[in-house]
């Protein structure tokens, strides 16, 4: 059984910064995609950032140059560094795990954006 464990939302002004962090425990592939997803009341899910084992990486075009991602394979972690905060990034954050067999999220962690 995978789980997926997030945390540090929070609240922050427009401008501002925030570092998601998001910890994997049990089996995974060795091949995977960890990344993050988020939705924002009234909106479907959408993809921020996600990043493969081999270190490539896929942004969303409203937070390039904004945010980025990181992730430790050995520890099985995902971080997300997201400067200049707008308030359009208000969302609840997840992090998703997947390769061909599995796909698995966490529980979701807010991030409010506002003065």
């Known amino acids: 059984q995978v789980q997926l464990v997030e945390s540090g939302g929070g609240l922050v002004q427009p401008g501002g910064s925030l570092r998601l962090s998001c910890a994997a425990s049990g089996t995974i592939f060795s091949a995977n995609v960890m990344g993050w997803y988020r939705q924002a009341p009234g909106k479907e899910r959408e993809l921020v950032a996600i990043?493969?084992?081999?270190?490539?990486?896929s942004y969303a075009d409203s937070v390039k140059g904004r945010f980025t991602i990181s992730r430790d394979n050995a520890k099985k972690t995902v971080d997300l560094q997201m400067n200049s905060l707008k308030s359009a990034d208000t969302a609840v954050y997840y992090c998703?795990?997947?390769?061909?067999?599995?796909?698995?999220w966490g529980q979701g962690t807010q991030v409010t954006v506002s003065s």
């Open positions: 990043m493969t084992t081999d270190g490539d990486t």
């Open positions: 998703r795990v997947y390769w061909s067999a599995g796909s698995y």
